[in-house]
């Protein structure tokens, strides 16, 4: 299954954002990529510079691997439930909020970076699991359908976005 495969009735238009940044590869690989692409950049980053902000009211980059880590852990967890049929409608999160009590700025690249390849592999092997009829599963999140497949490729794409984002505000 790749991204084009997805209709747009699977995902709501914000997220058309993270979608149109996958490139066309089946969804595992998908989440390889974006993960090393990831990793390619973080391992150059040093370790002062991961509590950088590019302007006073936005995240350092170690609160946006962190918010990529959050976000990816409610994606997974909200895969699982609609794979499952549980049609229990699901709360969003304020991203800011998490972010703000992530106590973050006294963990370790190494932590960090760590952390980020335990998830995606556990990520991965979650998404392995699902059967083709388990990824065209919906629910409701944040007041929106979305696909269990529609969330695994935002969140490779999520993880490009804020790649982009990186290397555009941060490391210039």
Request: net charge positive; aromatic share 10%; charged share 30%.
């Amino acid at each position: 299954m790749k991204v084009s495969d997805l209709n747009k009735n699977e995902y709501k238009p914000y997220f058309e954002t993270y979608v149109s940044k996958v490139p066309q590869m089946e969804l595992i690989n998908t989440l390889e990529y974006s993960k090393n692409k990831m990793l390619d950049v973080l391992k150059d980053i040093s370790e002062e510079k991961l509590n950088y902000k590019y302007a006073k009211d936005k995240w350092s980059i170690k609160e946006l691997l962190v918010h990529l880590m959050d976000t990816e852990r409610i994606f997974c967890a909200r895969s699982l439930r609609f794979a499952r049929k549980d049609n229990t409608p699901l709360a969003g999160y304020d991203e800011n909020e998490y972010a703000a009590n992530s106590n973050c700025k006294h963990r370790t690249k190494e932590s960090l970076i760590n952390e980020y390849k335990t998830l995606r592999a556990s990520t991965v092997c979650l998404f392995e699991s699902f059967t083709n009829e388990m990824l065209l599963e919906q629910g409701i999140a944040s007041n929106s359908k979305i696909s269990v497949r529609a969330m695994g490729f935002i969140i490779a794409g999520h993880d490009l976005h804020h790649l982009a984002v990186l290397k555009e505000r941060y490391l210039k």
